[in-house]
Structure formats: C-alpha cells, structure tokens
C-alpha cells in the first residue's frame, strides 16, 4: 500500500531550505528532507565508486567534472523552463533538446487537468515537487523530465524510479484523501541533443516496487541523520 500524505502547495505553504548542503522544505509536518537530498546522501558504495572513477577520468582528459555536472543542471533547468512555458501558454521552446521531447509533448492533453513544478510533502519523513502530473493519450500519469547526452537503460535510472515513485505515492495519497483514483503510471522522459527521447513508463506494479526501494533509503537516511 501507498504510505504517506501529500499536502498541496496551493494549500499550505511549502518552503525550500537549505542545510548542510542538503536541500530541505518547511512544511506542515516540519523541515523534511528533499528526495533528491535522500536519495543522494544513501547512495550506495558502487554508485559513488562510480561517479569517483567518471570524475577522475574527466581530469586525465582536461575536463572539469564539476563544470560538467553544472552544465547538466542548466541543460536541465532549461529544459523545464520550456516545459513549462510550453503547457501553460502553447508557445513551443526551441533547440535541439526541445525538438527531443516534442513527439512526447504532443500527447499532453493541455485541457485536462495538470500539476507544473508541483511541492508535496509527506508525514513517511520527505517532500520535493514533482515535474507534472498530466493526461498524456488519455493515460492520466506523473511525469519526471531528464535530460542526458548519452542514452540510457532501465536498469541505468534507479534514482529516477525511485524518485518519481516516492512523488507518485504522495499525490495518490492526496487523491485518496478526496475521493479521486489513484495514479497508476508514470513516465520518465530523458531528452539527448541528437535524437528522440526515451520515454520509460512505469507501471503501478513498477511504482510499488521502486516506492518500496525508496522507502528503505529513506530510513537509512533517517538514521544517518538522527
């Protein structure tokens, strides 16, 4: 079962804050920690073993890894920018990650309901806001925007799964709470400079899956930071 309670930002007032390099939001049921803040800070050893080998290898070439990694937070940051414009005017952005996630777009129904950069927070101890929850081909889902320069695998995106469940399961419990159905899809949608985005839907099975997974990190976070 879904466990937790999503509280709407058009609501109640949900802050971001930032602590120890963590980010953090002020809500209802206290300061919570980000899910990405969870997520990052129980990283598993293979995981940071990886991304010190992807780091020192960037050096050996002459790159700065840190400047790569800010690039990839403005790419992103762009990109949801232009999302964003996008669902709520009709103005298309432009560029070659746009034209990436523009076949996808395209399925969004912009006159059915739709949640944009949208806080929750949940009392299971995490809170954050989710990219979009949208129609897309009559299929009523979360969605998580990505961008990457090389394309990915199921297998590759955990973090992403993991992320978008913990979303999924706190708007499901906000719905609960006001009679409406639960959401039982997800998409994560990677958008690369050169070609069509992956989509990777998930479906409620996967969700539950992943939200379990994601809960265990969030213990362990709990008790890193306790």
């Known amino acids: 079962t879904w466990t937790g309670f999503a509280v709407m930002s058009q609501t109640l007032e949900i802050r971001e ?26 990283e598993p050893a293979e995981d940071k073993a990886r991304l010190a080998a992807w780091q020192e290898k960037m050096r050996e070439k002459g790159e700065d890894p840190d400047a790569i990694s800010r690039d990839s937070a403005a790419r992103g940051k762009n990109l949801h920018s232009m999302v964003e414009t996008y669902l709520k005017t009709g103005v298309p952005g432009k560029g ?15 006159t059915q309901e739709m949640l944009i950069e ?11 806001a989710l990219d ?19 394309p990915k695998r199921l297998e590759w995106i955990e973090g992403y799964c993991m992320q978008t469940s ?28 050169r070609r069509a985005c992956d989509v990777f839907w998930l479906t409620r099975d996967m969700l539950m899956d992943y939200y379990s997974r994601f809960l265990k990190r969030d213990d362990a976070f709990k008790q890193l930071t306790t």
């Open 132 to 150: 979009l929850k949208a129609t897309h081909n009559v299929t009523e889902c979360v969605v998580d925007w990505k961008t990457s320069l090389k």
């Open 118 to 128: 949208h806080s929750i927070a949940s009392p299971a101890g995490y809170a954050g």
């Open 17 to 42: 804050v930032w602590s120890n390099g963590r980010r953090y939001y002020t809500t209802p049921f206290g300061k919570l920690p980000s899910v990405t803040s969870i997520l990052k800070a129980t």
């Open 96 to 110: 070659a990650w746009w034209a990436s996630v523009w076949a996808f777009m395209q399925g969004v129904d912009r």
């Open 166 to 193: 913990a979303y999924t399961a706190a708007l499901n419990l906000a719905r609960q709470k006001v009679g409406r159905p639960y959401i039982t899809s997800a998409a994560i949608v990677v958008a690369y400079e």
